[in-house]
């Protein structure tokens, strides 16, 4: 690299147990003095670290997090305008300054790695995916709520039914829902599908209160009297499984009594659909 700028690095560990030493590489960061660069990648998600440390908690990982990135960007900063970008300080020195040594759970590697560099954004880039993001693993699909909802379309499908199901929009007095299936039997009867093959506990009983929330605020003054209806479908991921039971009985204390179909009864729960939609023709 024949213009290349000397640069020194460190990697970023999260010591789960500091008796055990367990680690993981959860970041990097990157110094150029003669490019005045300081900069650092961190973990934005917490889905590979929970697998291999299930108790490690959402929130106060993520706001660790956040906070390297603020203070590597405040140390950035004052380090240009007092002119120590050019001093002999390496990366291990601007991360002290940043995350001082102790026996806390972030911990810093040694030795300092070094190279050339004339692209500081892509050689981050580079280190990041190496040391962090290398044994991610790749292209996990997980199932979405049309994937809850498609076999119970096809079912409905079969039955002639489908056609039956229309687009609702239900008012209350501060926010409205609209959904795309339902249909009215003295009361709307709104079916929603809910995925919860989700990455991790938080997210599954976080979704699982959004819904809690969204019908609190139609069932308050609604002009019109319905029935929720949730197709939910569970997390493919081993271990999850309270989480998941944690959020059914989250939907079960939201407004309007809610039906709480899992996959497994999607055959009954389309039958009994159709007895009330006939019962209903022959009224």
């Keep these: 690299m024949k213009n290349g700028r000397p640069y020194t690095y460190t990697v970023l560990r999260y010591v789960h147990d500091v008796v055990t030493g367990e680690f993981v590489n959860v970041g990097v960061i990157l110094h150029v003095p003669s490019l005045d660069y300081l900069g650092v990648r961190v973990r934005s998600s917490i889905g590979r670290l929970r697998e291999i440390f299930p108790d490690l908690g959402r929130n106060s990982f993520t706001r660790a997090m956040q906070a390297i990135e603020r203070s590597v960007d405040v140390l950035a900063k004052r380090t240009k305008v007092d002119g120590l970008f050019k001093s002999s300080v390496d990366a291990a020195a601007m991360a002290g300054r940043v995350l001082p040594k102790d026996d806390s759970s972030l911990q810093w590697s040694a030795p300092v790695g070094a190279g050339l560099t004339d692209d500081p954004e892509k050689t981050i880039d580079r280190l ?3 040391f962090v993001a290398r044994y991610d693993r790749k292209g996990i699909r997980r199932r979405t709520d049309e994937d809850v909802w498609r076999p119970v379309k096809q079912k409905l499908d079969e039955r002639k039914l489908s056609e039956v199901l229309r687009e609702k929009t239900i008012t209350g007095r501060v926010d409205d829902i609209s959904f795309k299936h339902a249909w009215k039997n003295g009361i709307w009867h709104v079916y929603e599908p809910l995925s919860f093959d989700l990455a991790d506990a938080d997210g599954i009983k976080t979704k699982a209160r959004e819904w809690l929330g969204h019908l609190a605020a139609v069932a308050d003054g609604a002009t019109e009297a319905f029935k929720p209806h949730f197709i939910v479908g569970a997390p493919a991921t081993p271990g999850l499984g309270r989480a998941f039971e944690t959020a059914l009985a989250i939907l079960h204390q ?9 996959e497994a009864r999607i055959d009954d729960f389309v ?13």
């Design 254 to 262: 939201a407004p309007g009594d809610p039906e709480i179909v899992e």
């Design 128 to 130: 990041y995916e190496r």
């Design 271 to 283: 039958s009994q659909i159709e007895s009330e939609i006939r019962a209903h023709r022959s009224d």
